[in-house]
C-alpha cells in the first residue's frame, strides 16, 4: 500500500495495515475522532505524546482553506452566482466537509512523524 492509500484510507503509518479510527466513516459521528490506543497489527502508539493531535488542527485548517477557494472558484468562473453568495455554498462545502476533515488531517499528521516499515512483521 503506496502512502496516500494508506493516508487516505485510515491505515497506520508504520505497517498501514491496522486502521487508526474504530470506525472508517467519519460521517458517523459518534465516533468522530475515536482512535484505537495501538495498531492492531504491529502494536504502534497511536498518540505519540499528549496532545499529539492539536497539530492536526493546522493541516484541517489548509484543507479547509484548498476546499474554500476551489469551490470559490469553480462558482465564480462558472456559474451566474453572485461572489457575496458563494460564500453561503463555501460555508455548506465547509459544514459538510467537516467530518471528513477531522479524521483525514489526524491521518496526514501522523503520516508526518511516523515512518512506514514495510520490512517489520
Ligand atoms: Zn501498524
Known amino acids: 500500500m503506496n502512502l496516500?492509500?494508506?493516508i487516505f484510507q485510515f491505515k497506520c503509518p508504520n505497517c498501514?495495515?491496522?486502521s487508526?479510527?474504530?470506525?472508517s466513516n467519519?460521517?458517523?459521528?459518534?465516533?468522530?475522532?475515536?482512535?484505537?490506543?495501538?495498531?492492531s497489527k504491529c502494536n504502534l502508539k497511536f498518540s505519540l505524546e499528549p496532545g499529539f493531535y492539536q497539530g492536526a488542527?493546522?493541516?484541517?485548517?489548509?484543507?479547509?482553506?484548498?476546499?474554500s477557494l476551489i469551490v470559490f472558484n469553480l462558482l465564480f468562473?462558472?456559474?451566474n452566482i453572485h461572489w457575496k453568495d458563494i460564500i453561503y455554498y463555501i460555508?455548506?462545502?465547509?459544514?459538510i466537509l467537516t467530518?471528513?476533515?477531522?479524521?483525514?488531517?489526524?491521518?496526514?499528521?501522523?503520516?508526518?512523524?511516523v515512518k512506514h516499515r514495510s520490512k517489520k512483521i
Open 26 to 39: 467519519p460521517y458517523k459521528l459518534r465516533d468522530l475522532n475515536k482512535m484505537h490506543e495501538r495498531c
Open 77 to 79: 468562473w462558472f456559474t
Open 99 to 113: 467530518p471528513y476533515i477531522v479524521v483525514i488531517s489526524r491521518s496526514v499528521w501522523i503520516h508526518m512523524f
Open 57 to 67: 488542527a493546522y493541516v484541517s485548517y489548509g484543507f479547509q482553506v484548498l476546499n
Open 16 to 18: 498501514r495495515k491496522g
Open 20 to 23: 487508526l479510527f474504530v470506525n
Open 91 to 95: 460555508l455548506a462545502f465547509i459544514i
Open 4 to 6: 496516500f492509500r494508506s
